[in-house]
């Protein structure tokens, strides 16, 4: 049971550099979601996708982009990575019929 | 605007010890209350949903309730693997979750 995979798990980078965080599910759900979590905050949505093709902004999207090419991945990218990117960035899918969300394992980023 | 606030940001049981954690919330139109536990280092893992008031829910040692603005994560005789940071979520227009900064559960033996 596979659910929710999210690579890297670590990574550090230089301001300005790029990167793209991976994530993939094997649960057919239609809903997926990109959520940063900062230390003392609650977590934040930054993209979601209510389906191939379909992306819309979250509360933070400021800084990054999203695709989603197919039901299974949802990569999101950082073009010009700043100080205020570093977090520990979380994607998570549904179904759609309930926010009840499964959640991958994680990405900590520190931008330096 | 739709907010969650939990309380208390941390508390430290015996083991054995029951305690409650709350959860208030405002929201124009509640789609669902949500409890996560999440360990160090890992991804909120699903608790249970409340959609109305009265609703309760229980699994082992926790138990969840729900009235018109609050939601309590009742704990029963806490054991140390209980120790985990506690989140508590509303649905969101967006089908996503607007969480609360969480109540971070220590049991020591």
């Known amino acids: 049971n596979a659910g929710v995979t999210q690579t890297p798990k670590f990574r550090i980078l230089k301001i300005g550099q790029s990167m793209t965080l991976q994530c993939t599910q094997d649960?057919?759900?239609?809903?997926m979601y990109w959520y940063r979590q900062d230390p003392g905050m609650g977590l934040k949505l930054i993209y979601y996708?209510?389906?191939?093709?379909?992306?819309d902004k979250g509360e933070v999207p400021n800084g990054y982009n999203v695709s989603r090419s197919t039901t299974e991945d949802f990569p999101l990218r950082l073009e010009l990575a700043a100080p205020s990117q570093t977090s520990v960035y979380f994607c998570a899918s549904a179904t759609g019929m309930s926010p009840e969300a499964f959640f991958g394992q994680g990405t900590r980023l520190t931008v330096v | 605007e739709d907010q969650v606030t939990q309380s208390p940001e941390a508390l430290r049981l015996q083991e054995g010890e029951s305690s409650s954690l709350n959860c208030s919330y405002t929201?124009?139109?509640?789609?669902?209350l949500f409890w996560y536990r999440q360990d160090p280092g890992k991804g909120p893992e699903f608790l249970f949903t409340l959609y109305s008031a009265g609703e309760e829910k229980e699994k082992e040692r926790l138990k969840a309730t729900l009235t018109k603005k609050e939601s309590f994560l009742h704990i029963t005789a806490p054991k140390p693997e209980d120790s985990a940071t506690y989140l508590c979520a509303h649905g969101g227009s967006q089908g996503n979750l607007i969480f609360g900064k969480g109540t971070k559960l220590s049991v020591k033996p």
């Open positions: 649960m057919n759900h239609n809903y």
């Open positions: 929201v124009s139109g509640l789609r669902g």
């Open positions: 996708s209510v389906g191939a093709g379909i992306t």
